[in-house]
């Protein structure tokens, strides 16, 4: 089922229970992957060192370390960004979502209608 403003965007129309899973599931993957992050960063630079200083003996140590723990560093910039784009997302569902309900809202309020049916019948 597609709403009429969701046809244009050509995006599904969904309840808030569905934004609300997708939303929390979308939280727990980034909590597993912060935690990857950490333990990759602490872990990939120190074990690159040693296998860098094990295959050229040292020389190329100080050049070597940097350039490791920038691309580490950009790898997880993009997976950072990723996930920003990711909950943009449900935020812009979440916010069509509170819309539609607002404007259900002012349709479906009898009092108000029937306050508005009195005013004009006199």
């Known amino acids: 089922m597609k709403d009429h403003s969701s ?6 129309h969904e309840n808030l229970l569905e934004i609300l899973d997708n939303v929390i599931r979308q939280l727990d993957f980034t909590k597993k992957m912060i935690i990857i992050m950490v333990i990759s960063f602490i872990t990939v630079v120190p074990v690159s060192a040693v296998v860098i200083n094990a295959v050229t003996g040292g020389n190329n140590l100080g050049v070597a370390i940097p350039i490791i723990a920038v691309t580490v560093f950009f790898i997880w910039l993009g997976v950072g960004i990723r996930q920003w784009i990711v909950f943009s997302r449900w935020t812009r569902k979440y916010r069509l ?10 349709r479906l309020d009898f009092e108000k209608n029937n306050e508005e049916k009195s005013q004009e019948k006199k």
């Open 7 to 12: 046809e244009k965007k050509g995006t599904a």
């Open 97 to 106: 979502y509170r819309q539609l309900q607002k404007d259900l809202e002012k």
